[in-house]
């Protein structure tokens, strides 16, 4: 038997930055911005607030815009799988294969039910297998399809191949085109679902800043008419009371009757969107929870946007979502004074076709521009505007979609639609406001040092955010949490705890405060307060699956063998593709030596993460204790191949190599663990 050093590289679950109200795109609850909030109901004197209905309750009174709206691509952007809607080839491109991954998939239909599977291949066979079912399509078909799967614990996550119309192929998910990417385990929260689906029914204050994100096995179909019109159920309840038209009117937003700057907040609460990159490119305002906007609200009271700086590369940034912050680029927009909005060219409840297309966007370009450059435009010409001012445009963010640019300007000389390759490089400068702040903008400098820190984009405007938290001393939570995430992460654990601290003070049920509050006492060693800190947490949220994982670590360093294993277990029922639970569970059996399972929780992590050396480690380990040396040696090189930092492993080659009689070897395996580690004896 080889003694093999215990433990893993440090779990990335424990020292990840654990956050959840920064949103790529706005969430929403809506209001009408013409009555109260609650409103008298129409059967009785009671007071109710307004809320979702289903939106086929729409159609009696407005069958003809329901009936033309099933076609607009918001209504098609999330639903269920069905053959009946297959675009994909499931017959003779069914197979993809990533070079940089070195992985394979396979996408198939097997009893009107449909999978994407991945695997790898050595010596011709296929190893690291793995298969999840798709349980919803998101994205209209249009430019790209993508999959998701919704677990038993309600975690959503991505898969990881996308169909792309336009090129009538399979290829990487935006974003997964490197050599390490999420594979199946990319989890989606509400802010990534706002803009594909109707508004969520989740229990009460499950939304909140902080809450992990679940949803329900069963989930709308695409966006309803109340996105934009806000909930309906008053307005149903009016005109089905028998009341005046002017009352059935008052009881739903018409963003028609909205201001120009409001109709375009109803539009800009998706598409406006300034970057899809890590910046971020949106804080949501103190307070709010993430469906709380409603159409008539001004935007900037739900979220504080911000954009790279100028001058840093991205001045003429194009990506898939970037309707809206294209069009405010142009001197159209700029020179119309509130004139042109969205809905100047588009009817939301309807889209044009082919030539009939063609003719609707140019008879909109000449309700102002009227008068043409004989030049320019000269007798014949073709009658496509759009086609020269707003030409179609390959994104930076999905390489794979071609689209309408919607900043428009004079005709463009170069190629837009060039292929090109995703770019990963992040970007590290000032994050700055999008939208100018007003002297009468409450916690302006919180916001820009939230901005600054979030997503590491201008560490050195960290100083400046903690000198602005001290000076203010925000009756908020969130700035608290943010400072003290990023002192965390800048190695500030004792700063910290106390920041997480004060948030729990203004909250004392505020999740994310509390877990990472654990986590800053257990990176500290104090290990009876973070585990006091994650049965807080399990209190609230008794499936949190990191706070479980996070407790049995705690647990089996105290001997607690049998109870750190069934916090293992609790955090694989809520997240079974929790790579490090598996580990962790894999070890704690080792330490029982019932080897058969701990060796199956091991290659059950490789099979979710292939490149995951820890589960690789921990194979060795387990071989290594029952003497088979040989597959013990094979296991710790997959493992630095894996990882070559990964200097735990680098130490157990050696040891395993000296015991198999290669002390050469072994030395060369010695030396590079003590140049990652020179603490190791």
Known sequence: MVLMVSGTQPSHQLLARQSGWILVVAGAAFL????????????????????????????PCHAEIYESYQGVAMARSFYRPSVGSVIEDYEKNNHFFHPASNRHYRMLRRDGRFFQQRYQLKQRREVNFFEQEVHYIIGSGNHARSYLNVSSGGVLTQLPVTWYPQEKRWGMSPGYDRARHYDFSRKIDYGCLFCHNANLKLPEGADRYGRENLFPQELPSGIDCQRCHG????????AGGGKGVEAIRQAIVNPARLSPERQMDVCQQCHL???????????????????????????SDYLVHFDHALGAGHDDKFEINSS?????????FQKSRGRLTC??????????????AVQHFRESCLKCHNQLSARAHPQGAPSDCASCHMPKRRTEDVVHAVMTDHRIQRRQKRNLQTPRKEDHAPYRGEVVRYFPASTADAGSELYWGIAQVKQKSNWHGLAR??????????????????????QMENGELEAAKQGFGRALGLDSGLVLARYNLARACQLLGQLDEA?????????IDPDHAEAHNNLGLILQSQGQVTAAGQHFQKALQRSPLFVDAHNNLGNVLAEEKQWSEAIARFEEALRIEPSSADAYNNLGKAWGAQGELEQAIRYFHEAVDADPKHWIAHLNLAKALQAAGKPREAETAYRRAKRLNPGIE
């Open 32 to 59: 009408s911005a013409c009555v109260s909030e609650k409103r008298l109901s129409p059967q009785s004197d009671t007071i109710e607030a307004p809320h979702y209905t289903d939106s086929r309750s729409c159609r």
């Open 465 to 486: 955010f903690q000198a602005t938290v001290q000076r203010e001393q925000p009756a908020a939570a969130e700035p608290w949490v943010e400072l003290a995430l990023a």
């Open 324 to 332: 809206s912050y294209r069009l405010r680029q142009s001197d159209c």
């Open 231 to 238: 909930p309906g159920s008053q307005h149903v309840a009016v």
């Open 343 to 356: 809905t100047s060219c588009h009817n939301p409840h309807r889209t044009p076709r082919g030539q009939e």
């Open 273 to 299: 969107e300034t970057t899809s990159d890590e910046l971020p490119q949106a804080v949501r305002a103190f307070g709010r929870a993430v469906y709380s906007f409603r159409p008539g609200e001004a935007l």
């Open 531 to 539: 585990a006091a800190n994650y049965r807080t947490v399990l209190q």
